[in-house]
């Protein structure tokens, strides 16, 4: 049986599937469910909390009431329970005031919210079925239901479909149930218990999986472009920058130069917080790939980033009469023609771009040294497809990230990879003072960004939406605010805008226009995350900052702070546990680590987008002990002889894991 064989999918909908990673029935049944609509338990009423999905039952008080106001509708009905009464809206669901009875006990399924001051449900579900169901994510042309549908079909055939993947013993140990009980149960759950059970025997598989492919990976014995150490470059080259380098650099530059200089290619990961200097390192290791004769390519996860790191590559370089040029997919026509060419023929020994770097076309005439910046929006796959464009001998590869990652979830994620962490920051550089600022003290805020634009510094304020949504009505976003704050309160300064899929040109005209001062605040969404570095603005002001990470707000803090003067962080949020983490340290890993126990690793890693990145299947795994378990497991298995049959048995299921993941990811 084959995908194209279930009821229910046509064409356009395998193409959907195809396209989400999903080529045949057991990707299907390990496509895991987005969470589950929990109607076991009863909440009362007054024991609601905003934005916490829960069932209530009650009677509604009273008829329904059906409300039209320019060709929108709106059903509202009171439900009430022996502890209070809560109002529920069913917007153009008409339909819905004939479904609603009056003095009839009624299971509802939904989020509380305030609106105007008022507690009410909004498009809440009736549930005719008690249980535990599971959400998909909806793809183009599969709602979830569809989804639903497609999976029931499928999950009687389990034990033709998979195979057990963990050796009976480790099972035993781990107190993991099979993979036929934990498929069954993730996707057609009995009970709170043995859902917990699946989806922990889950994330333990494909947190194995990863580590145990990342091992075989890393194990090839391929030779590399050996790139000969010269003793006196790292000195002239710091000594050169017009900085005094922190003893972190030096030493990681060092490690990175022996690294090279020997015959199997480096993998090294450099990991630092925001400001630490990871790129003056990576410039170090670039000058010594070209003046051994090879090329270097640093890539990057946005064109901002890029455009930054080629005009400080550019002012390093060129008075050394080192060619250096910039790729990105905006560069079109003659230009990425002669672009092409340059990098074919070496004239560029420096390649600062996107993941335009790997796309179609693009050769390289003696690749030695890949660098991937921000490694956590990049895969596997993407270092890789970088890495193949190399001629026959393997590069060395060096990726840097400045999301401070807990030493736990490293080891899983960059299990390929030596790690090397930048533990100093430049001398001189003050510490962020970080404010929660509620609601009725942005007046005085704003009266503070005055006082630093009066002293000619600048000030971001990052939004979390581009535009206003009917469903986060209370949510700023970054058009609306840019046009009420030139209106209002900041008139008399010179505001401007910029935002993720704002057409490029303006983009950089924007952003270039602050680097140069002609801005005094920019107004953006988390697009100026990074790349973006402006020693002279000294102000970050995040809108319904508890609607991001902790990560995220520690990555956005730290586009100030970058110059001399002190720089000031304001939360506009309602202070809570997440939030005083931030605002009492500026260590990102400790930050890190406590986002990790919070929201689990997905968000502290970041965003990615589906099938482009192996470690997604990493983002089941939220439970921090858990990874440790997994990664104990692992060293047990490689060191222990008695477990050398158990060993074999996950090398092999694990190398079909990262192959078959790399087989079904392309780059255009």
Known sequence: MQLGDLKGLGKVRIEALRAAGIFSLRDLLY??????????????????????????????????????????????????????????????????????????????????EIKNGRRQMVGPRIVKERGLTPLYRPLPSLPSKVFAGLMMQVLPLVHEICHETLPEGLLKRHGLPDVFTALTQIHQPGDAESLKAANRRMAFEKALMYLAGMSAFRARNEAGIIISRCDRLAEEYWQGLGFEATGSQRSILDEILNDMAAVTPMSRLVQGDVGCGKTAIAFGALLACVQAGYQGAMMAPTEILATQHFKSAEALFRPLDIGVGLLHSGIKGVKRKEALSKIASGEWQVVIGTHALISKGVEYKDLGLVITDEQHRFGVSQRTALINKGNGLAPNVLVMSATPIPRTLALILYGDLDIS??????????????RLVPQNKRKGMYEFVHEQVKKGQQVYIVCPLVEDSESLDDVKAAQ???????????????????????????????????????????????????????????????EDADRFGLSQLHQLRGRVGRGNEQSWCFLLAEANERLKTIAATNDGFEIAQKDLELRGPGDVIGTRQSGQAIETDLFLVSDSRLLEEVTNCMERLKTDKTLLGEWAIVSAHARNYIRHKLEHISFN
């Open 421 to 434: 962490i930048v533990n100093e920051m430049p001398k001189g550089r003050k510490k962020i003072e970080t």
């Open 31 to 112: 496509t895991l469910p987005r969470g589950y609509q929990d109607t076991t338990n009863i909440t009362k009423i007054a024991d609601l909390q905003v934005g916490v999905a829960c069932a209530v039952e009650g009677a509604f008080s009273g008829k329904a009431r059906l409300n039209r106001f320019k060709g929108m509708s709106s059903v509202t009905a009171v439900l009430k329970d022996e502890t209070g009464s809560v109002q529920c809206v069913w917007f153009n669901q008409a339909w819905m005031k004939d479904q609603l009875p009056s003095d009839t006990e009624t299971v509802l399924y939904g989020r509380l």
């Open 480 to 542: 609306s605010h840019y046009r009420a704050l030139k209106k209002g309160d900041l008139k008399d300064l010179r505001v401007g805008l910029t935002y993720g899929n704002q057409p490029a040109q303006e983009k950089n005209d924007v952003i270039d226009a602050f680097a140069k001062g002609e801005i005094d605040v920019l107004v953006s969404t988390t697009v100026i995350e990074v790349g973006v570095n402006v020693p002279n603005a000294t102000v970050m002001i995040i």
